[in-house]
């Protein structure tokens, strides 16, 4: 299987199953004398950690990390930083059930024909658990940025509910990660019903970064925008990605619209 590495002059591999012993990614392209510990990384980690909420998945994992190599008295060494998160809830049993079953919306089918192999055990390569080495990653990223670039995310929107309000205070201290703590209580209501009818809804999520400096990425085949996009669209379950105004770019109002389409719109809505 290839392409399990993301990134240019920093990069990284990330490795392990669902429910294998453990999972784990090697960062490349670090600098020198960048202080750097597992207390930098668990954070994020924590953030990210599941079973949090009865919203998010109930699997039971600490999430902690452990840097294997790169790192010396304190400090990175310049050298392939390796990271291991050991898996705890190892119940492959769960998914006995589905053994023989493929599960609609999951990589399972696409797996086993690209393959030729069929691990049940949570979606094995393909399961979200992987995102975690991501999140350590980037963690490090973090750290070689510094505090003059800022990045924040939140959840604006599920299904057709939107948020304009951005109190950023407030996203740690809701289980949807919402900027608007009384959208977040609406959402909460809404997705209890929705769940009861044995169904799901989509959301958006929103990610800011303050600070960037011009000229990140190169010209044409590697922008920055365009490796946010595939970074994002990696991720499981998403399904689009907008950046600056997005699709939303495409419409004009109506008073600055050549005159055939006003005719048209005219025409259209007369009819």
């Not at 599941?50 to 998945?57: D, E, F, I, M, V």
């Not at 930083?81 to 050991?86: A, E």
């Amino acid at each position: 299987m290839t392409f399990n590495t993301f990134g240019h002059m920093f990069r990284f591999t990330t490795w392990g199953e669902s429910h294998g012993e453990a999972i784990g990614c090697v960062v490349d392209g670090v600098p020198p004398l960048i202080p750097l510990s597992e207390k930098d990384i668990q954070p994020y980690l924590d953030k990210r950690r599941p079973a949090q909420s009865r919203h998010t998945t109930q699997r039971k994992e600490t999430d902690t990390v452990k840097i294997l190599s790169g790192v010396f008295e304190g400090k990175t060494t310049g050298t392939p930083i390796s990271l291991i998160i050991y898996n705890e809830d190892q119940k492959s049993k769960d998914y006995g059930e589905i053994k023989d079953s493929f599960r609609p919306g999951h990589a399972d089918y696409t797996y086993m024909m690209k393959y030729g192999i069929r691990d049940y055990r949570g979606g094995g390569r393909s399961s979200a658990r992987e995102t975690a080495m991501r999140v350590a990653a980037g963690a490090i990223a973090r750290k070689i940025l510094g505090s003059s670039i800022t990045i924040r995310g939140a959840m604006v929107q599920m299904g057709d509910d939107a948020t304009a309000k951005r109190d950023w205070a407030q996203v740690p201290k809701n289980a949807f990660w919402c900027p608007d703590s009384a959208t977040a209580k609406c959402w909460e209501k809404s997705l209890d019903t929705i769940r009861k009818e044995g169904s799901s809804i989509g959301a958006v999520v929103e990610i800011v970064a303050e600070g960037v400096p011009v000229g990140l990425g190169a010209p044409i085949y590697k922008k920055l925008d365009s490796d946010l996009a595939s970074a994002m669209m990696s991720i499981n379950a998403v399904k689009g990605v907008e950046i600056g105004d997005g699709f939303a770019a495409a419409a004009r109002p109506a008073s600055r619209r050549p005159l055939c389409c006003q005719a048209h719109q005219l025409d259209f809505n007369a009819s």
